[in-house]
């Protein structure tokens, strides 16, 4: 056991976490002044219940909102992904779930917190999308209307979480629409969304908005550095992360940031012309193509940022990108973000001819920089 601040936040559990180098089993004893850490749990556990330290605003104008009686029927959670949004959606349920909360707090240790935790709360609905799909479906979102309809089996709120909700496929989205627009008592739908402007306007219009931002450098590192102790470089992991420091710690479990760097290193051979486009195609087979896609985003993103600023400090998968004018990055920008949507589409891609032809436009894309490159140092030279 470990002495532990009385209403610990997010912050305070990751910092203890760091220290043990465990996570916290979500068993919090308040009154006591004592967290228990359960040693099995991994990293990846998902059913820790606090808000992060940089959700604090959100977290109180919500707080307010429900002391005034004022709590809408249905929240939109929105930002970029891995800020935490589910974790706050979670936070939020089970602080609304919690039989004697303190400060705005679950307690932790209630009947209410205890079946929120486990995932076992028969009040909280949780809808994501299942056996490896990539879509919510009709038949879920009527499971959830269902659910909606009955009254609460611990006689307090009933919770519905929906994350992501861009994901629901249009019959779902209308589906859903339904029970917002005809909300029922004591019910609260928490909707998350990385992508809103991909939701339905008349789901959107339907729910409070609550956005969410990268937080800065400096909070995320400060959060960041005792997690990624003797693992990884916090800075790295976080310009990996596009600065989504809940994402820049998710780099830390697996293959992750092996998988990135040998893509990286990829590139820069296929833009040097050591290595073709197809023979690296072959090689990442295996691979997501939606991750590979997430990652050169993330690389034309700070091309295009850092165009402005200063070249220091970039990754050379970045830096290849220098010379490349800039209508044309954005230009590729335009087909990466049209090739996301096509494979978030589609039930089975494939993945080998896409890759052939991410890389092959790579290649042509970093020959543009190559040819610009060769002729600014010609025209340095006095060449011609
Ligand atoms: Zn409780």
Known sequence: MIFAPLSPTGDDIDKLCAFNKVTVSATLLPFFNVVIINKEHSMSDTHLHYHYAWQATQWQRLLQQQSDGKLPHAIMLTGPSGIGKLQFAQAKAQQLLCLTPISGASCGRCKGCELSAAGTHPDLFVLRPEDGSRVIKIDQVRRLTDFVAKTSQQGGMKLAL???????????????????????????????????SQVMATIRSRCQQVDFALPNRAAALEWLTPLSAGLADPEYLLTCAGGAPVAARALMEGDQLDARQQLAHALVEIAKQQMSPLDVAAKLSKREPLEVLASMMQWLQM??????????????????????????????????????????????????????????????????????????????????
């Open 162 to 196: 929906i994350e992501p909700v861009e994901s629901l496929n249009i019959n779902a989205a209308n589906a859903l629409l339904k029970s917002l627009e005809e909300p029922s008592a004591g019910t609260l739908l928490l909707l998350v969304s990385h992508v809103p």
């Open 303 to 384: 091309a295009i940022r850092q165009s402005a600023l200063t070249m220091d400090n970039l990754e050379p998968v970045v830096l290849v990108l220098a010379d490349v004018p800039q209508v044309i990055v954005f230009r590729f920008w335009d087909k990466l973000v049209s090739l996301k949507r096509q494979l978030l589409s589609m039930a089975n891609p494939n993945k080998q001819l896409l890759l052939e032809e991410l890389l092959l436009d790579w290649q042509a894309l970093t020959r543009q920089g190559v040819a610009n490159g060769q002729a600014r140092q010609q025209l340095m030279n006095g060449l011609v």
